[in-house]
């Protein structure tokens, strides 16, 4: 009976990982949330008759949150863990838009370490946590949530300066991936990086901040000719899944990949 725990599993990317993994009872699927309350209300009217999701608290930049957490993971399993998927993030309105020259200093400076302490850090202490559960697992697949804007030459080919803080917190996140794959393959646990594509979630909601989308999307096009939009998150997380359940360690010990399993973001 294989065992999930995904993190930021309230809405967008995370709930659809947790509704897809649980469509098959004999995965027990578990969610972690900083709302709690709100996501059992969801599950309870969305999932009602799945008996195999679980839902627990967790915040990912406090430490004692997460031990927490984890402890109620291994009440459910049993002491184990089959594949952790670290979806949560935090992205701010305040970076989202503007390209990096434009952001003020101190609020930049306090915007990047709010990043660092949720994409990065939290992940670290997540990650260390969870190896003894992992460890005790079948599959042992520990998968982080990243993003093309991460990946350097795309973001310099397509010359995009805004969100430069959680693209910079998604690159540190693939080395953290890259580290851990280093200390942890010989006992056959895979870390590795994802990018879900372009998805339809929570994108802009004022005109300037449309406007800017537009403008991306617009260099998506002229970069990768084929990019018809954001993807359905059923589709996105479909893709992320497949690319999930195929990987190894060696193919895709430490690295990071797109939804397609390679290089290619669009």
Same mark, same amino acid.
């Given at each position: 009976?294989?065992?999930?725990?995904?993190?930021?599993?309230? #809405?967008?990317?995370?709930? !659809?990982?947790? #509704? /897809?993994?649980?469509?098959?009872?004999?995965?027990?699927?578990? *969610? $972690?949330? #900083?709302?709690?309350?709100? &996501?059992?209300?969801?599950?309870?009217? !969305?999932?009602?008759? #799945?008996?195999?999701?679980?839902?627990?608290? *967790?915040?990912?930049?406090?430490? /004692?949150?997460?031990?927490?957490?984890?402890? =109620? &993971? %291994?009440?459910? &399993?049993?002491? %184990? $863990?089959?594949?952790?998927?670290?979806?949560?993030?935090? $992205? %701010?309105?305040? %970076? /989202?838009? =503007?390209?990096?020259?434009n952001l003020e200093i101190?609020?930049? *400076? !306090?915007?990047?370490?709010r990043n660092f302490e949720a994409n990065v850090i939290g992940n670290i202490n997540l990650f260390s946590l969870s190896i003894p559960l992992i460890r005790k697992g079948n599959i042992k697949k520990v998968v982080a949530i990243s993003s093309g804007m991460s990946d350097e030459n795309l973001v310099a080919k397509m010359r995009i300066s805004s969100a430069a803080p959680y693209a910079i917190s998604k690159a540190a996140l693939n080395m953290v991936v890259t580290k851990f794959h280093a200390q942890y393959a010989d006992e056959g646990i895979l870390f590795m990086a994802v990018c879900p594509g372009v998805v339809n979630t929570d994108f802009a909601t004022t005109p300037e901040q449309q406007a800017k989308i537009g &403008?991306? +999307?617009?260099? +998506?096009?002229?970069?990768?000719?084929?990019?018809?939009?954001?993807?359905?998150? /059923?589709?996105?997380?479909?893709?992320?899944?497949?690319?999930?359940d195929k990987a190894t360690i060696e193919a895709n010990g430490g690295i990071f990949v797109s939804h397609y399993g390679n290089k290619e973001f669009l």
């Open positions: 009976m294989p065992s999930y725990l995904i993190t930021g599993a309230s #809405r967008g990317i995370g709930y !659809e990982l947790l #509704r /897809q993994l649980s469509a098959d009872p004999n995965n027990t699927v578990i *969610g $972690l949330v #900083r709302n709690k309350p709100a &996501t059992d209300a969801r599950v309870s009217t !969305e999932l009602s008759e #799945r008996k195999n999701i679980f839902v627990i608290h *967790g915040d990912m930049t406090d430490v /004692q949150s997460l031990k927490t957490a984890v402890q =109620e &993971t %291994s009440k459910i &399993t049993g002491g %184990s $863990l089959d594949v952790l998927i670290a979806n949560a993030v935090y $992205l %701010s309105d305040f %970076s /989202q838009y =503007e390209g990096i020259g101190e609020p930049l *400076g !306090e915007d990047m370490r &403008t991306m +999307f617009q260099k +998506f096009v002229k970069y990768a000719p084929h990019f018809k939009g954001p993807a359905h998150v /059923q589709d996105a997380v479909k893709d992320v899944l497949q690319v999930v």
